[in-house]
Nanobody, 121 residues
Framework: QVQLVESGGGLVQPGGSLRLSCAAS????????MGWYRQGPGKQRELVAW???????TYWDSVKGRFTIAADFAKTTGYLQMNSLKPEDTAVYYC???????????????WGQGTQVTVSS
């Protein structure tokens, strides 16, 4: 059984900061990638950022320069530091991880439950 647990969402004023955390647990042999998606009200889900075990990082254009992703691949944890938040960042944020489980040959994607981020004055 694999679990991804997210934390850190909440209400913040425009210009403020939040840090989202994600922790994967279970019989995990290796984490290959960790990332974040978000889905705002009435919007399609969009990729926010991801990082892989080689250190490659990708950000959605709208968050570049404001958000920072990091992960500890040995501990299968990660976070998304969000600065200079804007009302349009309001969304449910979902963590995912591409994990190779013990005794298996292929990695698969697992998802967190989502955490609400609301940016409003």
């Amino acid at each position: 059984q694999v679990q991804l647990v997210e934390s850190g969402g909440g209400l913040v004023q425009p210009g403020g900061s939040l840090r989202l955390s994600c922790a994967a647990s279970g019989s995990i042999s290796r984490m290959d990638r960790m990332g974040w998606y978000r889905q705002g009200p009435g919007k399609q889900r969009e990729l926010v950022a991801w990082i892989n075990g080689s250190g490659t990082i990708t950000y959605w254009d709208s968050v570049k320069g404001r958000f920072t992703i990091a992960a500890d691949f040995a501990k299968t944890t990660g976070y998304l530091q969000m600065n200079s938040l804007k009302p349009e960042d309001t969304a449910v944020y979902y963590c995912y991880a591409d994990l190779l489980l013990a005794g298996t040959d292929d990695s698969h994607r697992y998802w967190g439950q989502g955490t609400q981020v609301t940016v409003s004055s």
